[in-house]
């Protein structure tokens, strides 16, 4: 995407809009995604005042549900930490940056959805619906990483990843599809698959480690 | 709304208010709408916990309300990039320019409405409902787009569009009110009138080779 | 706020938090609100999945929420706008404007809960509920262009009020107590007292003209 | 976290990533979780639909709910505004303070369950819900606002708290584990015991003046 004309090169990027307005508007959406997980507790609300209950049975009552919404923050979270650090060498937009994040925010909105799935029938009957959208964000992610690395009109004056970041996606993208197909053969492990995720820091600093290192 | 004092001349938009704010308020809305599409999805949970469905079970039970809220994203998302595009080209807000993205924004909140009722009943009876706020969007945004090219105290000191972008913005909107018009005529089109849609990106390419080699 | 020590004179403002945050915070705020106003519509379109409603009848069933979700929207529209420009002369965040400006947040969110209320029960009997939220938006946002008007510290390196805005300003908020103390004594005019708002922009031009040619 | 290499000395937080989106992303969660605290006022308009009452029955049966949400939105106004104060010293983030700040934001998020619970039922036996986030919120920011005293990397090129800030940030998450304390010792004294917050501006002046003039 970039051209040379004669002596001059033309700059990376030049002509592509500018990524902050996207930037933002991610960010304003995961905000709203992440505090809407809320939600399902918010309407439960009403049927705790008709039974007068004390602290310990709310909290009984509704222990699924402040599961799955703890769980689900986490998660989103993580996800817009991992998105933050990976736009930081973004400075253009083009359409497939543009889809493929529209396509990752798709995924954060449905979570809502399978956040209130869940909470409401904590069986580990609808877990595919949880960890699918989850999956989907990892991979979508990687897809991102992949994109950055390779277009130079994307990263305009901006420093490529390091390798270590770009395996670093790679590992949380491929541990959540883990927990999916942990799901898919084993349906009986539940949400017990998904501490697959705290595998993840340790993995990163394994790689960054070997990537730094590469005697050993 | 520029003015001549002599050998010097006012910059236009000087004293306008400054479109930052605007753009901001406006990428934020939009962000909320988007998300808020997926409530109806949210508040129909509760009924699928009493009836203790599986994976596919679910699937089926909210596919009208998956198939639209899919459908508003895309829409909403497509609307967006569009106002993004054209806004880089705005500098100073005058009030007609206000008054038109505020009814761009009341008809952006309105499709919430229509998609959560097209969800919960989704005949053809009401589709008109749903392609009317987006016909109206699309049409404020050209009317935006004509006096964009038109006030240069709007542009400041940004450079007007190229034509290419004017015809594009013409071809969307009136793609959008192509499908409120076949939706009158001929209501058993149902839904897929809404692929017309899709025509929009070549139909851009083909208009931006034409304006590009005129000959042709 | 500001002081002299010798010849020296410290700048006004100096040590107080720039107002970029809050202006950004008060956006965001104002925009969820707004959007929001349609919740009350989503939650009735499940009554309407039960009746199987066609286009006219939904539009007829909701008539009174459609237009409520309207006004509020023009009303909140429009404060966004009055607090957009007196914010313009707004660098600094002392204390009392600080107050001052989450009172008048406090009140744009409570015109949910009235927007909700007369979407209802559109009879005149709750319209104080929905006019006093108003009332009280306008006299903070008077309250706030005084205190900007009167302190250095606040507009720190930018001007103050031109006379007209100041009239302006004064102008819309007394409207909205002209609205209550109308809905106050003659409670039969209902939603038609509302209409006295729109005096407010030839009320604003007449004392602009009158402030810029004071002779007549 | 800074190091020297010779003579030279590394700028400290060179590397981290900088805190303007994750002040921007907080800014955004709090205010959702601000606006939506009216939802359980908005969700019990129905029932006020069906009874028609006029102004007075209807402030007298939502009155439980109007004062929680009054009280809560002012908490977490209050909230809002420590934390931009202590975040105008951060200018990089570690990732000890952006596990600690989205601990934060999940309590403030938490807040708007614990309103609706204590609105639905304004007995002191869920009281304990209410002000526990509170609590957490305000230990947490106390432990922020270490960190940032004692991490050169987060700071960066930004001048340190002054020492009175730092007491009046103790001083206040101290007050609300007072608050609960007091909670679970008295569990009688019921929702009086959250006017000790308004000691927290007298005594942080105390505070401040003491820490000035040592001598006294």
């Given amino acids: 995407m970039t051209e040379r004309s004669g002596r001059f090169r033309v700059l990376p990027g030049a002509g592509l809009p500018n990524a902050e307005r996207l930037k933002f508007f991610t ?87 399978s956040t209130a799935l869940v909470g409401s029938q904590p069986t580990s009957q609808l877990l595919l619906l949880y960890v699918g959208p989850m999956a989907l964000c990892g991979l979508l992610m990687s897809a991102i990483t992949l994109l950055i690395t390779r277009s130079e009109a994307v990263r305009g004056s901006l420093p490529t990843f390091p390798p270590a970041r770009v395996a670093a996606s790679l590992v949380s993208s491929g541990l959540f599809v883990g927990v999916l197909l942990l799901v898919l053969v084993l349906p009986g492990v539940g949400f017990y698959s998904l501490l697959l995720m705290f595998l993840s820091a340790p993995l990163q600093r394994l790689i960054a480690g070997r990537l730094r290192h590469p005697a050993h």
């Fill in 27 to 113: 960010d304003a959406v995961v905000a709203i995604a992440l505090t809407l997980l809320i939600l399902p507790l918010l309407e439960s609300v009403s049927d705790a005042a008709t039974h007068h209950l004390n602290t310990a049975q709310v909290l009984r009552e509704h222990s699924a549900q402040l599961f799955s919404f703890a769980l689900s923050f986490a998660v989103v979270a993580n996800f817009w930490n991992v998105h933050h650090r990976v736009f930081e060498h973004v400075e253009h937009v083009t359409s497939a940056l543009n889809v493929l994040n529209f396509a990752w925010m798709f995924n954060i909105v449905l979570l809502q959805f």
